[in-house]
């Protein structure tokens, strides 16, 4: 079955250091989406995006979060200056037909020191 | 507002023994259902949806649920878990437009004893 990957699977980062987490989708999909996992929480949903938009978004993406789809297969997010509480399992999803089907990818382990 | 309810933080079952994990919904449109489970170190992987139709789903892994409309339910039922089901299980709801969000409830953990 095509997946979605996810690097790096771990980061460690500093507290008001930039990151980008990356995702490379399944080739054919056409919905991408953010969501992060607090340690304990539920799944919170950050951002959609669609024909090169942002298409819905949570009070959770804000100014700091930005997304991209800089070629035909990356997707990344970006956090310009993160913080404490930015700590979280970061997961990243596609789908071909909106959410008929999420295909999620394994995760990012972000770490805000 | 829409939510997602699983009650249930942590069940503990036998090998063997039958499975019921609950999720209650609150949704103001038709919604889409989803069970997800989580392995250690591992993403989401869908374990079934209901979308309309017959309200008994079958999913993978052994796996079913039920749609009540009338209870705004949606549990997830397997009539004999195994070791290997041990793991995160999350409820999710979702829009029936494109790109909306999924709203997850904030999982049960299964620990299966042998």
């Known amino acids: 079955e095509p997946e979605v990957t996810q690097t790096p699977s771990h980061q460690v980062t500093q507290m008001g250091q930039e990151v980008i987490l990356r995702c490379v989708p399944i080739s054919n999909h056409l919905y991408f989406y953010w969501y992060r996992q607090i340690l304990g929480q539920k799944v919170e949903f950050l951002v959609s995006?669609?024909?090169?938009?942002?298409?819905?978004k949570s009070e959770i993406f804000d100014d700091q979060f930005s997304v991209e789809r800089p070629d035909g297969s990356n997707f990344t997010l970006k956090i310009r200056s993160t913080k404490l509480e930015d700590s979280a399992m970061y997961f990243c999803?596609?789908?071909?037909?909106?959410?008929?089907?999420?295909?999620f990818g394994s995760g990012t382990q972000l770490s805000v020191l | 507002a829409q939510s997602v309810t699983q009650p249930d933080i942590h069940i503990t079952v036998s090998e063997g023994a039958s499975l019921e994990l609950r999720c209650n919904y609150s949704y103001g449109a038709t919604p889409y259902l989803f069970w997800y489970v989580q392995s250690p170190g591992q993403g989401l992987q869908l374990l079934l949806k209901?979308?309309?139709?017959?309200?008994l789903v079958q999913g993978i892994k052994g796996f079913e649920a039920e749609f009540k409309r009338s209870q705004s339910s949606f549990n997830l039922r397997k009539p004999s878990v195994h070791w290997s089901d041990a793991a995160e299980y999350f409820c999710?709801?979702?829009?029936?437009?494109?790109?909306?969000?999924?709203?997850f409830g904030t999982g049960t953990s299964l620990t299966v004893i042998p």
């Open positions: 999710a709801v979702g829009a029936l437009l494109t790109g909306n969000q999924f709203y």
């Open positions: 995006f669609y024909n090169n938009e942002i298409s819905e």
């Open positions: 209901y979308f309309s139709g017959d309200t």
């Open positions: 999803a596609s789908s071909d037909l909106g959410n008929e089907k999420l295909f």
